[in-house]
């Protein structure tokens, strides 16, 4: 075992018996030691019951014959960080979690690893902790929060991106403000990562793809009893991939890969998955290339239309059956790799055996298909040498190909208070730049403004385009992690007011309409702002940051 370098012997006398002062006997410390990374809070929804999930891991794992040994580490809600300098701080938590991990772990030679996320950035930190230890490990999520119901008509469900849209349609003056807050009372109705198929239920349902959870880690909701019967398989069945020496580097194959990008446009995931789905590529040395999501979206059908693009929420996945399902879908099809090795110790096609889809209208077969290409889709040209990202799967048919006059914005708040005050016009491409990785820094989520525009009406006419990124919740033809962002010198930077912006999302491309003889022009004559932070981590982060097309890791 790892753990011997730090518990055998008589020279580790001391060691054990500071292990001994917590508490654990000579039997315990003979054991594996399993490390359980916790990121529990009282800030976060999808966080608050992970205790309740640690303490189910802790008994699988003493089920099984291992020690668990647990320690925590940060997250940031992306829905209270919203709109303000907080979000600067989201993407850049990232790191810090897989940094934090690594070090614990190695310090204290862990022989496998249980990870405890839920949301957002914790989830892809935490997958990258994964990759770079390479120790034996299972991802268990908190699982998902249940929709809330509409206070007017309860058949309908609500979610968080129901109450973003809802201010815009009270500034719009056709909501009022006491309707406005009835749904915000229904919107988030229990714990667990908001209801949609936003970024935190994207990258837990993709961690379940790509073959690091168990079944059923995307889908089941967080108040369900079957989700702490979850938390104890993955305690038992990390010590039984510590016995076998099952690590990651034997999951996160090319093959692994391929299905979880395939799974993703199968769901219409947030755009935020091409990030992190990089991110962790490149802890395994496997650079992603962005051509090769247009390749995976260009022959695996959208099946699910899930919030923000659709009426369905992720407890209607679970119960139509869930990630197996669709994977089961997409396998009968041709179009995954059914041989490639899991957290179950068993490979791809044997987790499906049992497989079914309960509701083929949450879960749609091939031949009826919501669109016939996938979720997501990378758009290149004279505005993104380097590309951009879109969920193609969540555009109105109208604005798949739009041509506009740019209205430029050097930050997300100028751009929300011109939407708010309806100077945005029917037609416009919203360009919000200066919010990339370095520039932001941290590469704000722009769920503000274009909730602003779904709110006042303007998300089938009005597209929005930015160096910054979007969350899962958003919808309408918002375009993201435009590369190199503007303050890197990409062509962001140059574009003025009026400027013709054209966008064809089918032809995968995005065209500022000017000559090169005027771009070098305005190039020549442009100086890169001051740094918006310059004191504290993410003064260091702007500094080290890479673009968005590498997944916005860090240098070096």
């Given at each position: 075992m790892k753990s011997d370098m730090a518990k055998q012997g008589i020279g580790r006398s001391p060691h054990r018996a500071l292990l001994k002062g917590i508490g654990y006997t000579d039997d315990e410390i003979r054991r594996p030691l399993i490390g359980i990374a916790n990121s529990v809070n009282t800030i976060i929804p999808g966080h608050v019951n992970l205790n309740q999930i640690s303490e189910a891991v802790k008994a699988g794992i003493y089920m099984a014959g291992g020690t668990p040994v647990e320690f925590g580490t940060i997250g940031v809600c992306d829905g209270i960080a919203m709109g303000h300098e907080g979000m600067k701080y989201s993407l850049g938590s990232r790191e810090l979690i897989a940094d934090s991990i690594e070090i614990v772990a190695t310090a204290h030679a862990l022989d496998a690893m249980v990870?405890?996320?839920?949301?957002?950035?914790?989830?892809?930190?935490?997958?990258?902790?994964?990759?770079?230890?390479?120790?034996?490990?299972?991802?268990?999520s908190g699982g998902p929060m249940l929709a809330g119901r509409h206070p007017e008509n309860p058949k309908d469900k609500?979610?968080?991106?129901?109450v973003f849209e809802s201010v815009g349609k009270v500034r719009r003056g056709v909501m009022s403000e006491e309707e406005?807050?009835?749904?915000?009372?229904?919107?988030?109705?229990?714990?667990?990562s908001c209801s949609g198929m936003f970024t935190a239920n994207s990258m837990n349902c993709l961690t379940e793809a790509i073959g690091l959870g168990l079944p059923g880690n995307g889908t089941?909701?967080?108040?369900?009893?079957?989700?702490?019967?979850?938390?104890?398989?993955?305690?038992?069945q990390v010590?039984?991939?510590?016995?076998?020496?099952?690590?990651?580097?034997?999951?996160?194959?090319?093959?692994?890969?391929?299905?979880a990008l395939c799974v993703d446009m199968a769901l219409g995931c947030s755009t935020n998955t091409v990030l992190h789905i990089a991110a962790l590529a490149h802890e395994r040395g496997m650079p992603l290339d962005l051509n090769r999501i247009n390749a995976i979206s260009n022959r695996i059908p959208h099946l699910c239309s899930l919030s923000p693009g659709g009426a369905h929420h992720i407890e209607d996945l679970n119960n139509a059956g869930g990630i197996a399902g669709v994977m089961?879908?997409?396998?009968?099809?041709?179009?995954?790799?059914?041989?490639?090795?899991?957290?179950?110790?068993?490979?791809?096609?044997?987790?499906?055996?049992?497989?079914?889809?309960?509701?083929?209208?949450?879960?749609?077969?091939?031949?009826?298909?919501?669109?016939?290409y996938g979720g997501l889709a990378v758009l290149f040209g004279n505005l993104a040498p380097n590309g951009c990202v879109v969920?193609?799967?969540?555009?109105?048919?109208?604005?798949?190909?739009?041509?506009?006059?740019?209205?430029?914005?050097?930050?997300e708040e100028e751009a929300s208070e011109a939407i708010m005050a309806g100077k945005i016009n029917k037609g416009d491409v919203v360009v919000i730049r200066y919010e990339g990785p370095m520039g932001g820094p941290g590469m704000r989520e722009m769920l503000a403004p274009t909730s602003a525009i779904a709110g006042m009406g303007l998300d089938g006419n009005v597209a929005l385009i930015t160096d910054g990124r979007f969350s899962g919740g958003t919808r309408g033809a918002a375009i993201g992690h435009i590369s190199p962002e503007a303050m890197q010198k990409g062509p962001l930077a140059i574009v003025e007011e009026g400027d013709p912006v054209a966008i064809d999302?089918?032809?995968?491309?995005?065209?500022?309409?000017?000559?090169?003889?005027?771009?070098?022009?305005?190039?020549?004559?442009?100086?890169?702002?001051a740094p918006k932070i310059t004191r504290g981590y993410m003064a260091r982060y702007a500094k080290q940051v890479t673009s968005a097309d590498k997944g916005a890791v860090l240098k070096g």
């Open positions: 990870m405890i996320p839920n949301c957002d950035k914790i989830v892809p930190g935490m997958l990258m902790a994964a990759a770079r230890l390479d120790l034996p490990t299972v991802v268990i609500v979610d968080l991106i129901s406005l807050c009835d749904i915000e009372n229904a919107a988030c109705p229990t714990c667990g089941i909701p967080a108040v369900m009893s079957a989700r702490l019967r979850l938390a104890k398989q993955a305690g038992m010590v039984a991939l510590h016995n076998e020496g099952i690590i990651p580097s034997r999951i996160l194959t090319h093959q692994a890969f391929e299905n089961k879908i997409l396998a009968e099809a041709g179009l995954i790799d059914t041989d490639c090795l899991t957290v179950t110790g068993n490979r791809v096609r044997d987790n499906l055996e049992s497989a079914r889809v309960i509701d083929p209208e949450v879960i749609r077969p091939v031949d009826r298909a919501y669109h016939s969920k193609q799967s969540a555009v109105a048919d109208q604005m798949m190909q739009h041509e506009g006059p740019a209205r430029v914005f050097n930050s999302i089918p032809g995968k491309t995005i065209t500022l309409k000017l000559g090169n003889p005027e771009i070098e022009k305005r190039f020549a004559g442009w100086q890169a702002p």
